[in-house]
């Protein structure tokens, strides 16, 4: 063994170096004290002004800017406007100075003097405005075709054709609502035209229509054919009512229905001459789109 040793010499003294390095160095990093733990980051100066602005917003501030949000009307429902000046009114006459008359037709019980109304309108080129109440609309979506199809205006008449003044507000509303819906399922958009059932209104009751977004529109002149040759009626007495009321704006009220108990159609016979009629005194015919602004005449 000692010669051994004798003989390895270098080998056994580069060992015992390396041992006793490692014991030395074992021994430093045994007694060197443990290093801190790191400090976390403050947070950065973006991030305390965001969670500031979230909670608190200052008085002088302009306000952030939003998306845009859409704000629905629950007091005029959607539909064509009518002029402020109309409001509150039942209009008797159009309010022009221009030789024009609008021949208006109000339809709540049959249709006995439809074609033949319609056939005198396309046949002297004049175009009409045509109450219809729900109920006769929902009766034969084909009439009110008819009367699109012909270039006619139409307005709404209610659905059941009642006495408006002796039902409050919110049944006054669910007339109007009803059959402006089956009006606008035969494709006739009614609005923004309303004649009274009957004329019974008041200010209560055109108000609640004014609300509905309808301008109530009333007549000049009754021609009085709805009543029929029992009451002395005859197509001559509705062809003379109407030209003795003429006047610039004239709004005439006639029928579509026939009397029924005699059956006559005394406006739809009556139709020819009074056209003949307002024509030879210079006059022109209108719908009552005329009261918006437009509508056609001839």
Request: zero cysteines.
């Amino acid at each position: 063994m000692k010669a051994w040793i004798t003989a390895h010499r270098p080998l056994v003294a580069g060992a015992a170096v390396l041992v006793l390095g490692g014991v030395v160095v074992l021994i430093f990093a045994l007694l060197r004290p443990a290093p801190e733990p790191p400090v976390a980051a403050p947070p950065s100066t973006s991030a305390a002004r965001t969670t500031t602005t979230s909670t608190t917003t200052p008085t002088n501030a302009p306000p952030a800017t939003t998306a845009p949000t859409t704000t629905r009307t629950t007091t005029v429902p959607p539909g064509s406007p009518f002029p402020e000046s109309l409001r509150g009114q039942d209009v008797s006459r159009l309010p022009t100075d221009r030789k024009v008359v609008a021949l208006t037709f109000d339809a709540g019980a049959n249709a006995a003097g439809l074609p033949s109304i319609l056939r005198t309108l396309a046949d002297q080129r004049v175009h009409a405005t045509f109450f219809l109440t729900g109920d006769f609309a929902q009766a034969d979506p084909g009439h009110v075709q008819a009367i699109l199809a012909a270039g006619h205006r139409v307005g709404n008449h209610s659905m059941t054709h009642p006495y408006l003044t002796r039902l409050p507000d919110n049944e006054i509303a669910g007339e109007l609502t009803k059959a402006e819906q089956v009006l606008l399922r035969t494709g006739a958009d009614p609005r923004p035209l309303f004649r009274f059932p009957y004329g019974d209104r008041d200010a209560r009751t055109i108000a609640a229509v004014n609300a509905r977004g309808y301008v109530a529109v009333r007549w000049t002149v009754d021609t009085l054919g709805w009543q029929g040759t029992a009451a002395g009626g005859s197509a001559r007495r509705v062809v003379d009512r109407t030209i003795e009321a003429l006047q610039p704006g004239e709004i005439v009220l006639m029928h579509i229905g026939s009397h029924p108990d005699d059956r006559s159609t005394l406006d739809a016979d009556a139709l020819p001459d009074v056209i003949a009629a307002a024509r030879a005194r210079g006059y022109e015919f209108v719908t009552l789109d005329a009261l918006l602004g437009d509508g056609p005449a001839g």
